[in-house]
């Protein structure tokens, strides 16, 4: 199995797979840190989403293309993110390895005395 | 949405913007300023009106800061490309190690501090050598070797002496004010409880025993080191080259 992906990347890369927000829907980077920060419940910088898509495009988990600018955002264009079917694979590893650590466990974790 | 696009005043500042531009890659440059001025404009701007917004904004910008992307900003200021993209990973190494050495002396001093009175006794005896005190001198060794080996790889990587003396000299600066930080940081912790911050003469006492000269001392001693380091490099890349070509 390759390196496990960390809590932000996967939350990164649920955002892509089923965004429950609308501008999430959309897949560019500013729907996504929206969609991040509904699903992480607490506000998120910028430049952590943006660093981290960076690095999962790198690994080859998901894609991206360029979508043309509105003038709202005075013409620049939009990056639109997809997950790769290694991206799938890696976030079905990374539950398999939380259900294995977590295996054997009663809910809820009581402290030992 | 008025059909002539959004008002110069409804952006963010526009120096912000650039400084954004110069600590992103070109391939990120338009798509993430784009994202962040439609934010700006459709939601944090109309919410929390101008001044929060451009805190708002300032804070984002201040979350692209990363150690590899305040070495883009300075490529940019000083127009070296090949500065980022091939000296940027020895630079950071260089100056870690720099803010280590001075940090490890730090500690020495602290914990096991040196008598100034068998100081001075020893240093009157007729034998005194400097070389029997390797705690006074190997840390500047160590810095020395550092600043010399750093300007040489980036000469020999890049075949520029100047590129040399630009990374060391950036190395040494960092590293040490990494090192006057922490210094000055130690001191605020260890004598907080006694001394509360506020007071400004009790604020200055926290630097009193912190050599902050060392910054441009140090500053300066990088950039001759690699220069020194750069010509070696420069000269090994120049051998290595005609070998191959002879």
Redesign the interface.
Known sequence: MADVLGAFEQAVLLSLVRPVTELGKEAYGRGILTEVQHRLGREVAAGAVYATLDRLEQKGLISSELEAGTAVRAGRPRRCYAIAPAGVRALNDAKSAAERLYAGMRWPLRVPR | ?N?E??RREKHPPAWADSVLRALLPSR?Q??????????Y??VVLPSRGVLRANLWYL??V?????ARSVFRLLTHLTKEEVMFERLWRVTLVCGLLVAAVLLTRLLFDRFDPVDPVERFLAQARDDYSEFNYPRRWMPAVAVAAILLGGGLFAAWRTGRIAMGTMAAGIASSAGTIVYVCLAVLANVLSTSSQDPLGDPSATLRYFGNVPTGLVPMLALLGLILGTMGGVFGWALRAAKIARSHG
């Open positions: 949405m059909s696009g959004p990120s338009d798509t993430v300023t784009g994202d962040l001025l439609e934010e404009i459709e804070r984002q201040a979350s692209f800061a990363t």
